[in-house]
């Protein structure tokens, strides 16, 4: 049973270690590509984020994996044990981290648009925790330059969608970032012609232009469009929010998995003490 359980932690162990690795990789050989690449292909703020996190992550995974794959290997429990500390914090932070997701992704109350193929949200549908930490001040301002960066509205700018019919447009669907940034709201009552931002400002009854921000806003820019409307904001955060839902079930999964690991572990290293107490036990798989 001592070689059984060492062989599983060793294994999948290997296995980690490998990914964490993998990880490390790609975040330096991209910092390396775009430092020798022109200004063009320069690293957008979020870019830089998200690969230093993976950098970060990388490195605590090998580094935690390597400890659990020797100290199995060498069947050393004080190596065993801190491995299992290590591991025992990490499904402790990963379970508070989902309760977290779940707490601060609650149901929005999105409705529908008469006529359009999307819901149409409002900040107040959101966490508060959500909308101070994406959608105010310098942080909105940020993820705004980052979602220019990544063209998320080429799509509206095809040339196969030229010439898209006025409701076949309106039908489309379209994601709640698309929505909210690169077109205006519903109820600024714009009338579109074609994909190449062709939209004339004629306003429906009851909408004033002067007391709604986002009618105010919206410009045919490309680098502009409505990417700085509250529409928007609300746009990514209706992302956020069903990326970290999705995040969070992939999050429960790998706690199980951990905590599967975990009890392995637990084994392994009392297997050993009895290996070690006892000799004749060797004589046993």
Request: glycine letters at 6%; hydrophobic letters at 45%.
């Amino acid at each position: 049973m001592a070689r059984i359980s060492n062989i599983l932690i060793v294994a999948l162990n290997a296995i980690f270690l490998l990914i964490g690795l993998c990880l490390i990789i790609y975040g330096i050989s991209s910092h390396m590509h775009h430092r020798s690449s022109s200004a063009i292909a320069a690293l957008t703020a979020c870019q830089q984020f998200l690969l230093n996190a993976l950098l970060i992550l990388g490195v605590f995974v090998a580094l935690v994996s390597l400890l659990g794959l020797t100290g199995a290997y060498h069947k050393s429990n004080w190596l065993l044990a801190l491995y299992l500390i290590l591991l025992f914090f990490m499904i402790v932070g990963a379970v508070i981290f989902m309760i977290f997701l779940f707490a601060v992704t609650n149901e929005t109350a999105g409705k529908v648009v008469s006529h359009r193929g999307f819901k149409e949200y409002r900040l107040g549908d959101y966490s508060h925790w959500l909308q101070n930490h994406f959608a105010k001040g310098n942080n909105w301002e940020i993820f705004r330059s980052c979602l220019v960066d990544s063209q998320a509205c080429s799509a509206f700018s095809s040339d196969d969608n030229e010439d898209q019919e006025h409701e076949d447009f309106l039908k489309a669907n379209f994601s709640p970032l698309q929505d909210g940034c690169c077109q205006p709201p519903a109820k600024c009552g714009f009338i579109y012609r074609n994909t190449t931002f062709g939209i004339e400002t004629l306003f429906g009854p009851g909408v004033d232009y002067n007391a709604d921000t986002d009618c105010r806003i919206w410009n045919d820019n490309h680098n502009k469009l409505c990417y700085s409307c509250n529409s928007c904001k609300v746009g990514f955060l209706a992302t956020v929010r069903n990326q970290w839902r999705h995040s969070a079930v992939g999050l429960l999964i790998l706690i199980a998995f951990k905590i599967l690991v975990f009890c392995i572990g637990c084994c392994a290293r009392r297997n050993n003490s009895i290996y070690k107490r006892y000799p004749h036990y060797r004589s046993y798989p």
